[in-house]
């Protein structure tokens, strides 16, 4: 029949089905009774279309099974599995170097946990003056107040070099599942993969190395020819089949976004040793030196330099939206930021529907959000340079926390946020 037994009163199917798609996320239901042989009873089961333009996925339309059902706990396992790193036999027979300083100090974890992304704000009334304060950090130069003198990197030690990249390593508390690091990953798989290219710097022999990051290791990939310029390049390079597990569509978008949330933590550790990073040459060809797999995305390198050569930021337009009655001193609306002040554009607002609908009830709650539109002049740092200000957003030091919400994408599907 068209009814179901249900806590002692009889309900109809279609009662259910209605509930079921009242829910702003479900375009079409369908509800039927089966028997249970196993336990003689019957059970209720419910079968539901999400509506794409309410729920908003990653991977509309090309998702894979981590989209559809959370029992394989697909995405955990490849958090906890550390498939961003090289594997064992990648390494094997190869000279390592074990840096010195592998525990953190606990400078190291307060900056790695002052990074904000919170999920409940419960820090009382925004106001335009903390937007205000925010936004002025983003802007040319970080400012450190644990700069030193400028100096290069032929200067730094050993211990030095392992005191920098112990901030790129994850950092266990009881609290949690997962490993806290002190940048943003997507999906916090951690699948953009570090290499060094040093030569005169540290002791160690000019060449190319992997630094582990679970490890605290460099590993010695492969020589380079000396010269008597002390350099020090960092390479990124994005692991293909540590994310291609969880994420179909905008895989190289997401890796570079990864790259600029390192950039912007290089940023604020390397003024405290007298150093900057700066943008190098773009150089696909360097993945040849690192025994990368084909598949595998180069994502750009960068110097280590004197903190006085450092390039400032790659320009970004910043704009703030306000929720209504949530900033004490300003209207609902759209904002853009120039001049160290917000000028009025529009009363138009990204809405709830256009996030990412695990991230909706996160919006609910917020006060304001932040969109940022990349004006790189080269086209291979628009993604880094949002994650780079993505990154300086979260390690604020208002306790504001920021979760990102959509991007736009190089390959036609961007998320509703971003349209």
Known sequence: ??????????????????????HDWVRNAA???????????QNLVSFVELNPKEAALMDQGSHGAHHQSKQSRLQVRAQLANLGCREEHETSGK?????????A????????????????????????ADILRLLSGLTGRL???????????????????????????????????????AYASPGALNATQMYLEANQVAGLRPGYYYFHPVRHQLILI??????ATPTLRVHFIGKRRAIEPVYRNNIREVLEIETGHMLGLFERVLPGYGLGITPGRYAPATKDRLECAGEDYYLGSFAIVPA?????????????????????????GQYRYRDGALEWLAPDLVAKQHVI????????????????????????????????TLQLLQHNELNLGFMSSGYSSKTGNDLPAAR
């Open 1 to 22: 029949d068209n009814q179901v037994k249900l806590r002692g009163f009889r309900v109809e199917l279609d009662e259910i089905r209605h509930a079921i798609e009242a």
């Open 31 to 41: 509800v039927i009774v089966t028997n249970d042989a196993r336990t003689g009873h």
């Open 95 to 103: 000279p390592v170097v074990d840096l010195p300083g592998a525990t």
């Open 105 to 128: 100090t606990a400078p190291q974890r307060r900056l790695a946990f002052a990074r904000k992304t919170y999920r409940f704000y419960d820090g009382g009334p925004v106001r335009q």
């Open 143 to 181: 400012r450190s107040e644990t700069a030193v003198a400028a100096r290069g990197p032929g200067e730094l030690g050993l211990a030095e070099l392992g005191e920098i990249l112990r901030h790129f390593g994850p950092h266990l508390s009881d609290e949690r599942v997962l490993p806290k690091y």
């Open 222 to 227: 492969g020589r380079r020819a000396a010269s």
């Open 308 to 332: 006085d050569a450092a390039e400032t930021g790659e320009p970004v337009d910043l704009y703030v939206q306000a929720h209504p009655d949530r900033v004490a001193d300003l209207l609902c």
């Open 357 to 388: 609908a695990i991230n909706q009830q996160v919006y609910a709650r917020s006060s304001f959000g932040v969109t940022v539109v990349s004006r790189a002049a080269r086209p291979w740092l628009h993604y880094i340079s949002l994650g780079r």
